[in-house]
């Protein structure tokens, strides 16, 4: 048995590459993890968490819009943490992100690596995590979380020893309830035998070896709060909760409640505002407006009468008076006239006018 780590000397790796697709048209122009969730970008929390948990270095590997990432965090004083950043000139998936990254890591061949998704909130237990993984010492330590429908996720079964035995990929028929959660610890020896310089998945590729091979790759499994934010629905959903108090996060501009209300908004005493909304610097909800569970973001205005309901406002957008939405995304700039009703999946892109009008939308405009 190995002697539990010394957390504080714990450094950790952030994915943060991708483009965020599934959440068009907000990352048109902002990468996923700097999107402003519950009144910071989304990497705040995770970062905040981390030195929370006594991380002190962390090496962003970046892709997409990379120089976004510097501008945003700097070298990580702010946030109390040692910050670096590698960029991939292409893309290499999660295994050779990883192995890009670890070029800038300073730790020993035998220290542990905490490797985070940069898209997921979670409030588990990185102690726990690390210190399972330092006891039976594993090549690799795996958050899991149990989740309602496993068909909708790769599924990770173990055995009665905690040992991952299989990678498996979305099927009807799931032998088990258990997901990849997106947070691992790594053996620092074992990311440098992931090749280098070429696309690696660490799902269909590094971990499926490491099990073949008879190397030791751990489940660590905690039912906490999880939450994959890459999709609208969900990334609403993410910043309603830390505003509700339903995760705590060290990260968090003010007081947990009914909506946060960020410097120079202006909500209206006769506007309802409820449900864990943001309303972001500059903007504005005017008498008679209703608001629940709904990202406001900086310098929008919600006219009076309208009704917005678990949707994202862009920046400098406008929502005419009695316009309803529900369920919607409105890119940077763009006008719902007054009267119009958009629903169900709506996602109204950056600029774009819709004039006064009694039509209900249910798809892109």
């Not at 035998?110 to 898209?119: A, E, Q, S």
């Not at 610890?185 to 590094?206: H, L, Q, Y």
């Not at 309901?309 to 919607?328: H, K, M, N, Q, Y």
Request: aromatic fraction near 6%; proline fraction near 7%; charge should be negative.
């Amino acid at each position: 048995m190995e002697s539990s780590p010394d957390i504080g000397h714990l450094q950790a790796i952030l994915l943060v590459g991708g483009q965020g697709t599934r959440l068009r048209p907000l990352t048109l122009g902002t990468p996923k993890p700097l999107l402003p969730t519950a009144g910071v970008p989304f990497l705040a929390h995770q970062l905040a968490r981390a030195k929370s948990f006594g991380v002190e270095r962390i090496v962003f590997a970046t892709s997409y819009r990379a120089s976004m990432f510097r501008e945003a965090f700097g070298d990580g004083s702010a946030f109390g943490l040692r910050l670096e950043y590698m960029t991939e000139e292409t893309p290499l998936g999660t295994g050779g992100a990883i192995r890009h990254a670890a070029e800038a890591l300073t730790c020993g061949p035998d220290d542990p690596v905490l490797v985070l998704n940069g898209d997921i909130l979670s409030g588990h237990d990185i102690h726990a995590q690390v210190r399972l993984h330092q006891e039976r010492g594993a090549a690799v330590t795996l958050h899991l979380t149990e989740v309602d429908d496993p068909s909708r996720f790769g599924c990770v079964p173990t055995d009665d020893d905690g040992r991952v035995t299989a990678f498996l990929e979305k099927t009807p028929y799931p032998v088990t309830n258990r997901i990849n959660a997106g947070c691992y610890v790594f053996r620092r020896s074992v990311i440098d035998r992931i090749p280098a310089g070429r696309v690696v998945s660490v799902e269909r590729e590094t971990f499926p070896g490491l099990i073949e091979s008879g190397q030791l790759v751990l489940g660590y499994v905690e039912t906490a709060y999880w939450l994959d934010v890459g999709t609208p629905a969900a990334y609403i959903q993410g910043s309603r909760d830390l505003v509700l108090g339903r995760l705590h996060s060290p990260a968090m501009p003010g007081p947990c409640g009914e909506y946060l209300a960020l410097p120079d908004s202006i909500v209206s005493p006769e506007a309802k505002v409820s449900g864990g909304t943001v309303v972001g610097s500059g903007a504005i909800v005017e008498a008679g407006a209703t608001v629940v569970g709904s990202i406001l973001l900086d310098g929008c205005v919600i006219g009076p009468g309208a009704t917005v309901t678990d949707s994202v406002v862009g920046p400098g957008a406008r929502i005419e008076g009695g316009a309803v939405l529900s369920d919607v995304v409105v890119g940077d700039n763009a006008v719902v006239g007054a009267r119009n009703e958009l629903l169900a999946g709506a996602r109204l892109w950056p600029g774009v006018v819709l004039p006064e009008s009694s039509v209900r939308f249910s798809s892109d405009v």
